[in-house]
Structure formats: C-alpha cells, structure tokens
C-alpha cells in the first residue's frame, strides 16, 4: 500500500485522513489492516519531515485559537482529547515528541496513565480518567487511557470476565456523555506487527543510549501478543462509535505515523471552524486610557 | 549593545550566558541594565531563528538523558527547575512558546501560578509552589512564581510589609534547600521598558485576533509600573544568591529573550554532564529471550 511516487512538491491530502483511517463498522481482524501502509500520505520517507513541519503554521494558528475561546470563558470552548493506544513500542512517545511537540506547550496536557495508584484502585475505573480531561480551549493527550481496563487488566486477568466485559458498553455511553458536552475525541490506535516490535526491542538492546527504555517485562508482554490482539480487536469492534469512533494508524513506518497522528490533529481543529473571541471590553476606551499612561 | 555584525555561519557563544546574564552581587537599578541588548548572541534578527533552532538537537539530547535517569530511577537524577518572571508582556507566553516548545513535551511540566484559590490561601505562600516542583528527570517550568509573594503581594499590599518583608530571606533558604537536594534552578528575569510594554499593548487592541490577550486590568497595574520596578530590584538584589542566581534577560526584542532562554537550559544541562543509565538487566540473556519470541 505504500505509494512509491515521489512527488517534486508537498502534495495536499486530497481525501481526509479522518475518513481514510476511520475504522468501518464490523468486525475488526488486525491481520487484515496493513501496518505498514501510508494512506493518504502524497509522498515517500524523504518528503515525510517536510510535510509533517508543513502542517505546524496551520496546527499552530488553529490551537491558538482553540486555547484563545478557553481563555475567553466562552461558553461553547470546546475541548480536545487524543487518546494514544498500541502495542509496547507502537510509538506513543514518538508521537508526542513529533507532533504533540509542534503544539504550543501551554495548550496541551498529557497524561501518561500507569498501573494505578492504591487510591486509584478504591474507585470506580472511569474515576481517574476522569479527573484528567483536558479543561476548554485545552488539547489533553491520553497516553494509553481508561482503555487499559479492557486490554491489559483483560489480558493479565486482574479483573474477572463478568467485570471487564460489561465495560465496552459504560465506555460507549461515557464517551458519548463526554462529546456531548463538548469535547473533541480523537481515538487513535497505533498498529504495529509484530516483526516490528521484535525490531524496536531489538535495538533497545543493540544500543546502550536506549537501554532504559527497555525493561525485562516488556518479552513478557510480547509473548501475550496474541491475547492482546484479541483485545484490542475487542475494543476496535466494540467502542468505534458514530461520535467517538476509532482510527487506526498505521505505525510500522515512523515518519508515517507523526504525521498522519499531526494531520487527523488539524482536521479535527480545523472542523470546528474556530472564531476568534471578541472583545469583551472597549476598544477605544482601553486605547484611549493606555495612551495616558 | 545589539551587535550590527551578520555573520555568514552560525557562530557559538565565546563566553557562557550563565557569566554573560547572571546578575552581579550588589545594588540593583534597573534603569542600568539594558532591556534591548542582545548580550552573546553573534548575529542579528535575522540570524536568530536559525541560531535558535540550532539549539535543537543539543537540547533534545540533553532533555533526553535528563528524562532516562529519571526514569531509570537513578538515586542521583537531577531535576530542573526554570523560574519566569517579568512584568505583563515581557514574554514569558513565548519563552513557552517558542524556546520550551523545542523540548519533548513528555520531559516537561509547566505549571502558571495564578491568584491563589481559597484552599491555597489557607496554606503558607511555598506550600502551593512546593507541590508542583518537577519530579526527577523533568524540567519544570514557573511561569510566575513564589516570587509573586514579594512582588503582586507588596505591590497591590495584599499583606502587610512586616509579612512580605522576611519573605527574601526565606525564599532564599528555600531555594537552597532544593538546590542542595539536587534541582537546577534557573531564574530568568525578562527585562523590558516602559515603552516596549506600551508598545506590545496597543498591538493587542489594534488587532482582532489580539483581544482575547487583553484585559483591562493590564492597564491599571501598568499605572504601578514604578512600583513594580522597585519590587523586582528588590528581589534581584535579595534573592539573587551563589546558588540560585537571578538571570536578568533583555527582553525587549523578543528574538533574542527566545535564543537566550534556550541557549541558557542547554548549558545548565551541559554543565550536570549527564549519561545514559547503564542497563539494570542483563542485556545478552535479553538478547536470547527476545530471539525466543
């Protein structure tokens, strides 16, 4: 699926990525989804730093103007929430420094979700999730996410079936509450294969400046993969909804994958045709007491 | 004090910003120091963009090795500590913007003081501050600060000056205490006229897309401006210790404030000569088991 054509000039996306990558509804099978493939992507490797930087003016004007209406108090400011899932090594991180990192640092907040706390554990699994959505006029970026409560406590058992089973359908009806009121929710799953995993981690330990992002657990998590696919299938089948549906990002090529993770960014933002807020004071009442001073 | 030559090639700093901008011991007049120099910086306007994004990939490596050790947990892992102050409109929005936004978001935490709520006022002045100090490994960044106690607080008499005035003292022996326990404060002081600070306010209310930056409070506190001036002498001449210098930035062109900021977190980093943490498992019955897989 990868274009080979190399084109002379950035080339714009003539189709949306936020149809392309859209998940259809149905049944998922992750074995027939390419993770490999670069679509909607009018180029190849070489062009990829240059179309991904090409996107910061406009991903620049439009979160200033995002964070401008929270800023405001107006009451429609919306907010924004990036949910980041995938595989160990799918590029989480890479797609937070690459292109969470072309945002304004004021606007963005992320939230890196671990195994949770003891006080998280004495609540229900939405509670800390919850706590951390982003304020208006804010893009929140969740890496990994209340996701997690049917994927790894699925996959390692930490809950009994009857339990986590029942929580594809209160995550649907959370989301649904959540873009309601409001917020912008932008599900992206980062879908790698397996060889490439073997790659990443493979290098991790080819490469003593990466030691310390690997950890001995991290085979033990790959030799789940199977029972992790299955999850994620789960949960791309289950919770890809008509507001709050999933998309899949191919991630075995990097550069690929910041930029299509950048460009669903700004097609989100650009589709709430976002106003400047106006002023909520006298122009030239406030020029005419400045010039006094 | 701007130097008028264009060089053909980027040129490095001769003399360190860390001796070039610290403050010297002694009394502060502010009407001394220059706020349109360009202190160290070998070029001109034009050059800065370029010198600034020069900076990258040494501060990308060095905010990565900071993150690792902590991450790896190492019992030595540094922490960084940014502190911005100036008055409205120094800058301190785009030293975010455009000088922290250079840095992976992941390894960054900013924190802007605001009023303080009702739960904070019921707490001493460092107890807010104290909470968000960044863990090991991450930079934070003060966007105003618990200098705010000796500076809006003696301003606008919020308390009285037999409280306000032993804060220097105590602020000092703070930040002693955290620089002894291993964080790198940095304190920049963005330094700007009178005229500049008129100048950047007429440009929000000349422009549209400006208004939501203004306030209309922005002109009464200008009315105090000398008075502010003589908290921040203040401040620069008490708090400005061996171990936590005051930086005083020229923050009238905002390019240079931009480079300097940036140029001064590359040697604060460089100076703690950071490495990669060495493995904590064994990387070739790693290596075996991977291959397993």
């Known amino acids: 699926m990868a274009k080979k054509s190399k084109p002379q000039e950035p080339v714009p996306v003539t189709q949306p990525l936020t149809e392309l990558l859209r998940l259809p509804a149905g049944p998922v099978d992750l074995g027939t989804l390419?993770?490999?493939?670069?679509?909607?992507?009018?180029?190849?490797?070489?062009?990829?730093?240059?179309?991904?930087?090409a996107l910061q003016p406009e991903l620049s004007d439009l979160q200033e103007r995002l964070y401008a209406t929270g800023r405001a108090g107006?009451?429609?400011?919306?907010?924004?929430?990036?949910?980041?899932?995938g595989m160990d090594t799918a590029g989480k991180g890479g797609v937070l420094r690459h292109a969470i990192g072309m945002v304004d640092p004021q606007g963005v907040r992320i939230k890196a979700f671990k195994a949770p706390?003891?006080?998280?554990?004495?609540?229900?699994?939405?509670?800390?999730?919850e706590r951390e959505l982003p304020p208006p006029g804010i893009i929140g970026v969740f890496?990994?996410?209340?996701?997690?409560?049917?994927?790894?406590?699925?996959?390692?058992?930490?809950?009994?079936?009857a339990v986590w089973s029942t929580?594809?359908?209160?995550?649907?009806?959370?989301?649904?509450?959540?873009?309601?009121?409001?917020?912008v929710l932008v599900k992206c799953f980062?879908?790698?294969s397996s060889a490439t995993q073997k790659e990443r981690l493979a290098a991790?330990?080819?490469?003593?400046?990466?030691?310390w992002k690997y950890n001995p657990g991290d085979v033990d998590e790959r030799a789940k993969w199977l029972a992790y696919a299955e999850a994620y299938e789960a949960v791309l089948?289950?919770?890809?909804?008509?507001?709050?549906?999933?998309?899949?990002?191919p991630s075995d090529r990097k550069w690929f994958r910041n930029w299509a993770v950048a460009q669903l960014l700004v097609e989100h933002l650009r589709s709430l045709d976002l106003q400047w807020p106006p002023a909520d004071f006298d122009v030239e009442a406030e020029k005419r007491r400045l010039a006094l001073t």
């Open 34 to 53: 390419d993770p490999a493939a670069t679509t909607g992507f009018a180029g190849s490797k070489a062009d990829a730093p240059a179309l991904t930087a």
């Open 204 to 211: 991790r330990l080819d490469d003593p400046t990466k030691y």
């Open 143 to 161: 890496d990994r996410s209340h996701y997690e409560d049917v994927l790894n406590v699925r996959v390692n058992r930490l809950v009994e079936e």
């Open 190 to 192: 980062l879908h790698i």
């Open 167 to 183: 929580r594809y359908e209160e995550i649907n009806a959370w989301e649904a509450d959540l873009v309601a009121s409001g917020t």
């Open 117 to 129: 706390t003891a006080e998280e554990r004495r609540h229900p699994y939405l509670w800390r999730v």
């Open 74 to 85: 107006l009451p429609g400011a919306r907010r924004v929430l990036l949910v980041l899932q």
């Open 237 to 249: 089948e289950r919770c890809s909804t008509q507001v709050a549906p999933w998309f899949v990002i």
